[in-house]
């Protein structure tokens, strides 16, 4: 068992679902996969919109690689609902669309509060890879969500994010943060570079639950690749026992 980060360069949904495939067929099975935040479209609001319509089409091309390559894959799509458009991570698991997450904490620069409506659960699942919670981008800094995973104590958290240039340090430090705080391996996927006017950061990483980094790109199009060991996971958890 595997995990695995891809870091894309936002350009047309085209060549980002081509972009994106292209690594999920490379990646090795059996891998645990995070996609970065709204990975298809990008910010373009109006291209949001209108590919919102294509999502089931999307998760199923993504399902049938999941089913073929025995992987779990999460990443973010924009989803119709009768509350209104989200920001949903979708969690596919060796083919099956296993859980849906949306995002809870929506990012004002962005002006993703206009466009989209917020989630209200935050909830860890159980996957054939163990317990995954997911935070979505700007969620990393908020410490409630953290405490909430916390109780669920969940074996693998991933990170679908598009993470702004000017704050990329940020990214990188709360990443790593979160893996410590949360005893739990850590998937960070962002994007890099110019989309619909704005500097990305790059930086997706895979840190242990001791706060190692096992893998890192600053920038570039990237599939990071880092082991996964559930053994140290526990002599983590036993050497630094943490209660809520």
Known sequence: ?????????????????KRVIS????????????????????????????YADKTPEVLE???????????LVCGTLPEKTAEGLMNTAFLIDNGKLIGRRP??????LFDEDRYFVPGRKNEVFETSFGKVGVLICFELRF???VLELQRNKPDIVLVPAQWGYA??????LLSQARAVELQSYLVASNTWGEGSGTRFAGRSGIYSPWGE????????????????DPLYLSEVRRALPIKM
């Open 103 to 108: 995002k809870i904490k929506l990012f004002p």
């Open 167 to 172: 704050r990329r340090r940020h990214f990188s």
């Open 143 to 145: 410490t409630d969500l």
């Open 1 to 17: 068992m595997k995990l695995a980060s891809v870091q894309i360069r936002p350009q047309s949904p085209e060549k980002n679902l």
């Open 61 to 71: 091309l993504l399902s049938d690689i999941s089913a073929k390559r025995k992987l």
């Open 213 to 228: 980094v096992l893998a890192y790109s600053e920038k570039g199009d990237a599939l990071l690749v880092a082991g996964y």
């Open 23 to 50: 690594f999920l067929e490379s990646v090795p099975e059996r891998s645990v996969v995070a996609l970065p935040e709204l990975w298809l479209t990008g910010l373009d609001y109006d291209t949001i919109r209108s």
